[in-house]
């Protein structure tokens, strides 16, 4: 699923693509992707629309309208978009078609079909309940000691509860624990002040790297013009199980925490001191 680096490399990449063109109509190939409000209201509202200006929350992408109302994308595990020539043929997966009336198109497609769009007056309506940007001020040390210090789950899954912070998902989560040398089990509660600062230090490291080799590249996560980024490369623990670890040689351990895939070294993140 891509994660903040990957939804702002997108981000970035389709804004110049899309920005002050008019949508002329909208094709809902796979309606249930259309959140809210119901399929024709969205149609009808989006007619003769311009996006003025493109913003990300967590991972979601917001798109200012010139009528004030947003659109609002969130890819979930599949989703990708590309802006193409009306003449192109469709894809099998395609789900969303917002028609320019210059004669491209902006095209969703997602293969799982979990991604959705919304449209609303207020956007807080869907990402009102995020917790702060991981790259923000308002993400420091004394906010996650704050909220740490009530909350006894294993840290790995109160870094992927998008309320606590958003954007932050498997990948970026197990890379940040290992910066952090912090076993992904670690109750929340249990980190020192020390370990909840380096932890914040490492999210906002790994993040900011990411960001410049413009994501990472499993499988499914393509910027529009169809390149890929390049943090697998830089990839220290996730997906590497039964490598050596890259600062001290022991194997990469893999477990289950919150039904989701976790690496971690086992010498230099141990759950008991
Ligand atoms: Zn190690």
């Known amino acids: 699923m891509p994660e903040l680096p990957e939804v702002q490399t997108i981000l970035d990449a389709l804004t110049p693509l899309i920005l002050n063109r008019e949508i002329q109509s909208v094709t809902p190939l796979w309606p249930p992707v259309i959140d809210r409000p119901e399929r024709v209201l969205f149609q009808q509202w989006l007619q003769g629309r311009r996006v003025i200006e493109t913003k990300r929350r967590g991972k979601y992408m917001l798109f200012r ?3 004030d109302r947003w659109l609002i994308l969130h890819l979930r595990m599949t989703g990708k978009m590309r802006v193409v020539n009306a ?16 004669g491209d198109d902006w095209r969703f497609e997602d293969q799982r079909k979990f991604g959705r769009a919304y449209l609303v007056e207020d956007p807080a309506e869907i990402v009102g309940k995020l917790g702060p940007e991981p790259l923000s001020d308002t ?9 740490l210090a009530r909350r006894t789950a294993a840290i790995k899954s109160l870094l992927l509860d998008q309320r606590i912070v958003a954007g932050i998902g498997n990948i970026y989560a197990d890379e940040s624990l290992f910066l952090a040398r912090i076993h992904p089990l670690r109750p929340g509660s249990s980190l020192t002040q020390d370990e909840i600062a380096a932890l914040v230090a490492a999210i906002k490291t790994i993040l900011a790297q990411a960001l410049t080799e413009m994501g990472t590249t499993l499988r499914d ?3 529009p013009d169809g390149s890929t980024g390049s943090f697998q490369n830089s990839l220290q623990v996730f ?7 890259p600062s001290c040689g022991a194997p990469i351990q893999r477990i289950v925490v919150a039904g989701r895939s976790t690496h971690f070294c086992p010498r230099e993140q141990p759950l008991h001191g």
Not at 87 to 102: G, K, N, T, V, Y
Not at 239 to 244: A, H, M, S, V
């Open 65 to 67: 309208l010139d009528d």
């Open 221 to 223: 996560y393509r910027r």
């Open 239 to 245: 997906r590497r199980t039964g490598e050596p670890c």
């Open 139 to 147: 993400f420091d040390a004394n906010y996650l000691a704050r909220i």
């Open 87 to 102: 003449s192109e043929p469709l894809r099998p997966h395609d789900r969303l078609i917002f028609h320019f009336s210059d």
